[in-house]
T-cell receptor
Framework: SQTIHQWPATLVQPVGSPLSLECTVE??????LYWYRQAAGRGLQLLFY??????ISSEVPQNLSASRPQDRQFILSSKKLLLSDSGFYLCAWSVTQETQYFGPGTRLLVL | GQQLNQSPQSMFIQEGEDVSMNCTSS?????WLWYKQDPGEGPVLLIALYKAGELTSNGRLTAQFGITRKDSFLNISASIPSDVGIYFC???????????FGTGTSLTVIP
Protein backbone atom coordinates (compact mmCIF):
# COMPACT_ATOMS: atom_id res chain seq x y z
CA SER A 1 0.00 0.00 0.00
CA GLN A 2 1.04 3.58 -0.49
CA THR A 3 2.36 5.75 2.31
CA ILE A 4 3.56 9.31 2.47
CA HIS A 5 6.10 10.65 4.93
CA GLN A 6 6.96 14.17 5.94
CA TRP A 7 9.71 15.42 8.18
CA PRO A 8 10.35 17.00 10.42
CA ALA A 9 7.00 16.92 12.19
CA THR A 10 7.69 20.20 13.96
CA LEU A 11 10.25 22.91 13.32
CA VAL A 12 11.07 26.16 15.06
CA GLN A 13 13.34 28.45 13.05
CA PRO A 14 14.57 32.02 13.44
CA VAL A 15 13.69 34.66 10.88
CA GLY A 16 16.24 34.74 8.09
CA SER A 17 17.30 31.14 8.46
CA PRO A 18 17.03 28.57 5.64
CA LEU A 19 14.38 25.90 5.40
CA SER A 20 14.20 22.41 4.01
CA LEU A 21 11.12 20.23 4.40
CA GLU A 22 11.07 16.78 2.90
CA CYS A 23 8.28 14.59 1.61
CA THR A 24 8.59 11.04 0.31
CA VAL A 25 6.03 8.64 -1.07
CA GLU A 26 6.26 4.86 -0.99
CA UNK A 27 4.38 2.22 -2.90
CA UNK A 28 3.66 4.12 -6.10
CA UNK A 29 5.47 5.33 -9.18
CA UNK A 30 5.42 8.67 -10.97
CA UNK A 31 2.98 10.36 -8.60
CA UNK A 32 1.88 13.95 -8.87
CA LEU A 33 3.20 15.70 -5.78
CA TYR A 34 1.89 18.81 -4.06
CA TRP A 35 2.91 21.23 -1.33
CA TYR A 36 0.19 23.12 0.55
CA ARG A 37 0.32 25.61 3.39
CA GLN A 38 -2.45 25.83 5.93
CA ALA A 39 -2.76 28.79 8.29
CA ALA A 40 -4.66 28.58 11.57
CA GLY A 41 -6.12 25.15 10.77
CA ARG A 42 -8.23 26.39 7.89
CA GLY A 43 -7.85 26.95 4.17
CA LEU A 44 -5.36 24.94 2.14
CA GLN A 45 -3.20 27.09 -0.09
CA LEU A 46 -1.51 25.27 -2.96
CA LEU A 47 2.14 26.31 -3.15
CA PHE A 48 3.71 23.96 -5.70
CA TYR A 49 2.91 20.83 -7.63
CA UNK A 50 5.00 18.49 -9.72
CA UNK A 51 4.05 15.96 -12.36
CA UNK A 52 7.54 14.51 -12.71
CA UNK A 53 11.20 14.70 -11.75
CA UNK A 54 12.51 18.23 -12.17
CA UNK A 55 9.08 19.59 -13.13
CA ILE A 56 7.74 22.18 -10.70
CA SER A 57 4.73 24.46 -11.08
CA SER A 58 4.52 27.40 -8.71
CA GLU A 59 1.13 28.71 -7.72
CA VAL A 60 1.99 31.53 -5.36
CA PRO A 61 4.93 33.93 -5.73
CA GLN A 62 6.89 33.99 -2.47
CA ASN A 63 10.26 33.25 -0.98
CA LEU A 64 9.70 29.50 -1.06
CA SER A 65 10.89 27.07 -3.70
CA ALA A 66 10.36 23.38 -4.40
CA SER A 67 12.43 20.67 -5.98
CA ARG A 68 11.87 17.09 -7.03
CA PRO A 69 15.22 15.37 -7.22
CA GLN A 70 13.74 11.87 -7.35
CA ASP A 71 10.46 10.38 -8.51
CA ARG A 72 9.02 10.03 -5.03
CA GLN A 73 10.76 12.88 -3.23
CA PHE A 74 9.51 16.45 -2.98
CA ILE A 75 11.39 19.15 -1.09
CA LEU A 76 10.20 22.57 0.02
CA SER A 77 12.93 25.13 0.65
CA SER A 78 13.60 28.71 1.54
CA LYS A 79 16.85 30.65 1.67
CA LYS A 80 15.56 33.12 4.25
CA LEU A 81 12.45 32.51 6.29
CA LEU A 82 9.95 35.27 7.06
CA LEU A 83 7.60 35.45 10.03
CA SER A 84 4.72 35.00 7.60
CA ASP A 85 6.10 31.60 6.56
CA SER A 86 4.83 30.09 9.81
CA GLY A 87 2.11 27.55 9.26
CA PHE A 88 1.26 23.92 8.74
CA TYR A 89 2.84 22.50 5.59
CA LEU A 90 1.20 19.54 3.94
CA CYS A 91 2.54 17.32 1.20
CA ALA A 92 0.13 15.32 -0.92
CA TRP A 93 0.27 12.85 -3.76
CA SER A 94 -2.00 11.62 -6.48
CA VAL A 95 -1.60 9.11 -9.29
CA THR A 96 -4.79 9.61 -11.20
CA GLN A 97 -6.83 12.74 -11.52
CA GLU A 98 -9.31 11.26 -9.13
CA THR A 99 -7.94 11.23 -5.60
CA GLN A 100 -5.33 12.99 -3.53
CA TYR A 101 -3.76 11.77 -0.30
CA PHE A 102 -2.07 13.89 2.33
CA GLY A 103 0.96 13.40 4.54
CA PRO A 104 0.95 14.04 8.30
CA GLY A 105 2.21 17.62 7.89
CA THR A 106 5.03 19.74 9.27
CA ARG A 107 4.29 22.51 11.71
CA LEU A 108 6.68 25.42 11.16
CA LEU A 109 7.06 28.27 13.59
CA VAL A 110 9.26 31.17 12.55
CA LEU A 111 10.35 33.41 15.42
CA GLY B 1 -7.51 30.54 -8.51
CA GLN B 2 -10.75 28.64 -8.38
CA GLN B 3 -12.88 29.39 -5.34
CA LEU B 4 -14.98 26.78 -3.61
CA ASN B 5 -17.62 28.08 -1.24
CA GLN B 6 -18.15 25.73 1.67
CA SER B 7 -20.90 26.15 4.23
CA PRO B 8 -21.57 26.35 7.01
CA GLN B 9 -18.26 27.65 8.32
CA SER B 10 -18.87 26.01 11.68
CA MET B 11 -21.46 23.82 13.38
CA PHE B 12 -22.21 23.04 17.01
CA ILE B 13 -24.53 20.06 17.36
CA GLN B 14 -25.69 17.60 19.97
CA GLU B 15 -24.46 14.05 19.84
CA GLY B 16 -26.88 11.93 17.82
CA GLU B 17 -27.96 14.72 15.49
CA ASP B 18 -27.48 14.61 11.76
CA VAL B 19 -25.12 17.01 9.98
CA SER B 20 -25.25 18.51 6.51
CA MET B 21 -22.69 20.63 4.76
CA ASN B 22 -22.18 21.65 1.17
CA CYS B 23 -19.70 23.01 -1.28
CA THR B 24 -20.33 25.04 -4.43
CA SER B 25 -18.14 26.24 -7.25
CA SER B 26 -18.47 28.58 -10.19
CA UNK B 27 -16.95 25.99 -12.52
CA UNK B 28 -17.83 22.45 -13.49
CA UNK B 29 -15.83 19.78 -11.69
CA UNK B 30 -15.19 16.19 -12.72
CA UNK B 31 -14.24 15.02 -9.25
CA TRP B 32 -15.42 15.92 -5.78
CA LEU B 33 -13.56 14.81 -2.68
CA TRP B 34 -14.45 15.14 1.01
CA TYR B 35 -11.79 15.14 3.74
CA LYS B 36 -11.74 15.26 7.54
CA GLN B 37 -8.86 16.86 9.39
CA ASP B 38 -8.10 16.35 13.06
CA PRO B 39 -6.00 19.00 14.86
CA GLY B 40 -2.32 18.79 13.98
CA GLU B 41 -2.80 16.09 11.36
CA GLY B 42 -3.13 15.89 7.61
CA PRO B 43 -6.59 15.67 6.00
CA VAL B 44 -7.90 12.15 5.57
CA LEU B 45 -9.93 11.26 2.51
CA LEU B 46 -13.49 10.24 3.40
CA ILE B 47 -15.37 9.96 0.13
CA ALA B 48 -14.56 10.44 -3.55
CA LEU B 49 -17.21 11.19 -6.20
CA TYR B 50 -16.69 10.94 -9.94
CA LYS B 51 -20.07 11.19 -11.68
CA ALA B 52 -22.85 13.75 -11.63
CA GLY B 53 -25.68 12.56 -9.41
CA GLU B 54 -23.49 9.95 -7.74
CA LEU B 55 -24.39 9.16 -4.13
CA THR B 56 -21.72 7.38 -2.11
CA SER B 57 -21.69 6.24 1.51
CA ASN B 58 -18.89 5.47 3.93
CA GLY B 59 -20.42 4.26 7.17
CA ARG B 60 -22.50 7.08 8.62
CA LEU B 61 -21.23 9.48 5.97
CA THR B 62 -23.00 10.06 2.67
CA ALA B 63 -21.86 12.41 -0.06
CA GLN B 64 -23.45 13.42 -3.32
CA PHE B 65 -22.07 14.82 -6.56
CA GLY B 66 -24.51 17.53 -7.63
CA ILE B 67 -26.20 17.07 -11.00
CA THR B 68 -25.01 20.50 -12.15
CA ARG B 69 -21.45 19.33 -11.39
CA LYS B 70 -20.95 22.60 -9.55
CA ASP B 71 -21.76 21.39 -6.07
CA SER B 72 -21.44 18.55 -3.61
CA PHE B 73 -22.99 17.66 -0.28
CA LEU B 74 -21.82 15.71 2.75
CA ASN B 75 -24.16 14.31 5.37
CA ILE B 76 -23.23 12.68 8.66
CA SER B 77 -25.93 10.73 10.42
CA ALA B 78 -26.18 10.16 14.16
CA SER B 79 -23.09 12.19 15.02
CA ILE B 80 -20.69 11.00 17.70
CA PRO B 81 -17.92 12.87 19.57
CA SER B 82 -15.18 11.49 17.31
CA ASP B 83 -16.80 13.26 14.33
CA VAL B 84 -15.31 16.48 15.70
CA GLY B 85 -12.90 18.09 13.25
CA ILE B 86 -12.71 20.22 10.15
CA TYR B 87 -14.29 18.90 6.98
CA PHE B 88 -13.00 20.03 3.61
CA CYS B 89 -14.40 19.62 0.17
CA UNK B 90 -12.11 19.53 -2.84
CA UNK B 91 -12.77 19.45 -6.54
CA UNK B 92 -10.89 18.91 -9.72
CA UNK B 93 -11.76 20.15 -13.19
CA UNK B 94 -11.34 18.25 -16.41
CA UNK B 95 -8.05 19.92 -17.20
CA UNK B 96 -4.97 20.31 -15.05
CA UNK B 97 -3.61 18.52 -12.02
CA UNK B 98 -4.81 20.88 -9.34
CA UNK B 99 -7.33 20.16 -6.64
CA UNK B 100 -9.25 23.17 -5.36
CA PHE B 101 -10.27 23.21 -1.71
CA GLY B 102 -13.13 24.71 0.22
CA THR B 103 -12.50 26.81 3.32
CA GLY B 104 -13.65 24.05 5.63
CA THR B 105 -16.51 23.36 8.04
CA SER B 106 -15.56 23.08 11.68
CA LEU B 107 -17.77 20.54 13.44
CA THR B 108 -18.19 20.40 17.21
CA VAL B 109 -20.25 17.60 18.71
CA ILE B 110 -21.57 18.19 22.21
CA PRO B 111 -21.93 14.96 24.21
Amino acid sequence: SQTIHQWPATLVQPVGSPLSLECTVEGTSNPNLYWYRQAAGRGLQLLFYSVGIGQISSEVPQNLSASRPQDRQFILSSKKLLLSDSGFYLCAWSVTQETQYFGPGTRLLVL
Amino acid sequence: GQQLNQSPQSMFIQEGEDVSMNCTSSSIFNTWLWYKQDPGEGPVLLIALYKAGELTSNGRLTAQFGITRKDSFLNISASIPSDVGIYFCAGQMNTGNQFYFGTGTSLTVIP
